[in-house]
């Protein structure tokens, strides 16, 4: 071989293995920089932890993100409006002008009852006095109802007949029906634990066992059952339904148990499950059709598919998300602002009275419509310029994948933009796992559960909750089942 080919050889491959090397050493710098955006995503998705927890136990629980309505008012620059104020000054006035007034008469001491100019003693009245109003809180108190029964003999010595005993709520039952609708009201609006109710009633010269309150509720929730199964058929029914859950701890169980609410406009009704699987969801609205608002939890694509419910999502989910990413992405206050944009059309057809009509779906197609479309190519311009495993980049991941879900309601004016009312419903629940920290065993949960729909539909309706239960307490038991509907909250009319 001639010298220079051989030379030519050795060069070539000199530059292929230094061609190989930068190729290694590139491969090598890829993979490293790689490494490094994962060891750095790693590092603030920990990060994001240990300012939770910190926040938890060291910082206020409450979420500081404003509601849209106040986020809309003060980016407009609005105040409270003074008529709105006065308005709900003049309707408690109102209110407060019912409860019954006793007069109490307050006499000039004797000492004062002489003219100090000329000592005359018969001073005459001026009028009808001066009044003053004070509002007083009169402690409740227990009556014991002695039931006399007549009993009648005839002079035959053949016949005698007794009086029909009072009715009762159950069989054996010692305590009457406004009682026990109390306790229940007690613990399911007020979030009372019965602990606190057996100190209340010592301090009222009743002693009551935390037992046979306990007792008393749960069989009440028994014969009430009738009526929270026929409040699920209407929540099955509905075409529109809205639904989330909360954890709870149940005492014989080392895993927690789970409340789950489903929110139609007409009902509220919750339901007790040993777990968070998507068979409760498939329990209550399996085999329907319509629409099924949640948020991205996968335990309801059982029900929420191709052969059940479509699916909506939640605007506030999805806000929230980009609220709690402005400490480190300051851009998400562009997100935030956007996403206030569809509210302020929600609030524009609220004040126009067009709720959930083919007048709001027009305004939603005007005006929503063109802001989702910009609100959807600035999520794809940014989901580039954050790392997916940080909190900006999850937002964003959020909002694209549920992108159909969260759209679903540019479809029908009856879906609303996010599923605040059925959270909102999971608050007395949030409140009495605070209070009365656990339910007993799955069997209470469900019994609580039950007795929840019924007080939270009550609600919904603006029906007196005790009321309610002591008239319908007397008549579950009796009531023709053809017509149970009618002692649903809804229907209710009282027979007091």
Known sequence: MHPRDAENERLRADNQALRDLVTTLTSTIEAQKSAFEDQRAAFEELLQKFQQLERRFLGKKSEKMPSPRDASR????????????????????????????????????????????????????????RVTKLLEY?????????????????????????????????????????????????????????????????????????????????????????????????????????ADETSIKIQDREKRGFIWTFVTADAIGYRCSPDRSGETPKQVLGGTEGVLVVDGYTGYNQVAGVDGRIRAGCLAHARRKFFESLDVAPEAQEALDQILTIYEVEYEAEELGIIGTGEHLVLRKQK???????????????????????????????????WEALTAFLDDARVPVDNNRSEAALRIAALGRKNFLFVGHPEAGCNLAGLYSLMATCRLHGV?????????????GTHPAAEIDDLLPHRWISTG
């Open 74 to 129: 003060k980016r407009r620059g609005e105040k409270a409006d003074p008529a709105k104020t006065q308005k709900k000054r003049k309707a408690r006035a109102e209110q407060r002008s019912e409860v019954e007034t006793v007069r109490v008469e307050h006499t000039v001491p004797d000492a004062q009852r002489c003219c100090p100019h000329c000592n005359r003693t018969d001073l005459a009245r001026v009028g009808n006095g």
């Open 138 to 242: 009169v402690p409740g108190y227990f009556v014991c109802e002695e039931h006399v029964q007549e009993t009648l003999a005839c002079a035959c010595g053949d016949y005698i007949v007794t009086a029909p005993p009072p009715p009762k709520v159950f069989e054996g039952a010692r305590y009457g029906p406004h009682f026990i609708a109390h306790l229940i009201v007690a613990k399911c609006v007020d979030s009372i634990p019965l602990h606190r109710l057996e100190k209340r009633f010592e301090r009222l010269g009743i002693p009551m066992s935390r037992s046979t309150m306990t007792d008393l509720f749960h069989r009440a929730a028994e014969e009430l059952a009738p009526l929270v199964e026929r409040l699920f058929v209407m929540i099955a029914l509905a075409t529109v339904v809205q």
């Open 368 to 402: 929503s419509v063109p802001r989702m479309a910009k609100f959807h190519a600035w999520l794809v311009e940014q989901k580039s310029l954050h790392p997916p495993r940080g909190k900006m980049g999850k937002a964003i991941g959020y909002a694209l994948r549920g």
């Open 464 to 476: 007196n909750p005790e009321a309610y239960l002591a008239d319908v307490l007397m008549r579950v």
